[in-house]
């Protein structure tokens, strides 16, 4: 009798085998679609439940396919999702659309401001989900990365600053998002003139060491070094940089807002 009673427990507990299929995501105003194959055993369907939030999605999910439709939830273009699809063990529903659920870029910038020392200050309406904004400077002819801040991916207004590294004359900034889809949201460019002074390097033909200076002193300064094949070999920021290491040949430097040619010797 004991065998029989622990035999009729295992098999009952088998047979209410269950496993939970989750996403999460931020609310883009689209809806989810899952494909729902046949249960296991062939009777019904995989999908038994799916809860938003928490919450159970009316309606059911005995069908081969269903839409998980957010407008029966209380959910906001941006907020946050966490979606469970129970479903039995031996067979899994298979969402065809997650990549609703990635914050998409549709920031506004309505103010942006601008010191001469590089402190920018912007605010922004119209964010639906988080994204880094990465804060970019003209420099050496292209824009280059100087930065990152953590978006508040709310309707707004949001306020944000960051400080970059200005180089002599005139300066122009902007900030950008990328989404999943891969692309690239630009704020309309700023400009602003610094106080930096112009910075000169010495020597052009370098057997150690090239020195920044502004005025005859020595000055820190962004820069980079590529070789004659356009590959980068050194960079940081400093009043001076050891060539020590680096082969004889051609280089060229970028340095405050100049490109410029070197021979290591």
């Known amino acids: 009798m004991k065998i029989l009673l622990v035999s009729f427990v295992l098999v009952l507990t088998a047979f209410n085998l269950k496993a939970n299929l989750s996403i999460e995501g931020s609310y883009q105003g689209k809806n989810l679609y899952v494909q729902n194959p046949e249960s296991e055993d062939g009777f019904g369907f995989c999908a038994s439940k799916v809860t938003v939030n928490g919450d159970v999605m009316p309606g059911g999910v005995s069908r081969s396919a269903f839409e998980i439709d957010f407008s029966l939830f209380n959910i906001q273009v941006g907020d946050d ?51 880094p904004y990465i804060v970019e400077q003209y420099r050496w002819n292209k824009w280059v990365n100087a930065g990152e801040v953590d978006g508040e991916g709310v309707e707004g207004p949001n306020s944000y600053e960051f400080k970059v590294t200005p180089h002599s004359g005139e300066n122009k900034v902007r900030v950008v998002q990328i989404d999943h889809s891969g692309t690239k949201k630009k704020s309309d ?26 005025n005859g002193e020595p000055t820190e300064t962004k820069y980079e070094i590529y070789d004659a094949y356009g590959n980068i070999v050194k960079k940081g920021y400093s009043s001076s940089v050891n ?23």
């Open 81 to 131: 999702v966490f979606i469970v699809i129970e479903h039995g063990d031996g067979c899994k529903p298979k969402i065809l659309n997650p990549e609703v659920l990635l914050p998409r870029s549709t920031f506004v910038v309505t103010e942006m401001n601008v010191t001469k020392d590089g402190q920018i200050k912007w605010t922004t309406t119209g964010e639906q989900g988080k994204l």
């Open 243 to 265: 060539c020590e290491n680096l082969r004889k040949g051609a280089y060229y430097i970028n340095f405050d807002n100049k490109n410029e040619k070197f021979i290591k010797g």
């Open 189 to 214: 460019e700023k400009t602003f003139e610094s106080d930096v002074e112009e910075v000169e390097m010495a020597p052009k033909k370098v057997k150690t060491e090239i020195k920044f200076t502004a």
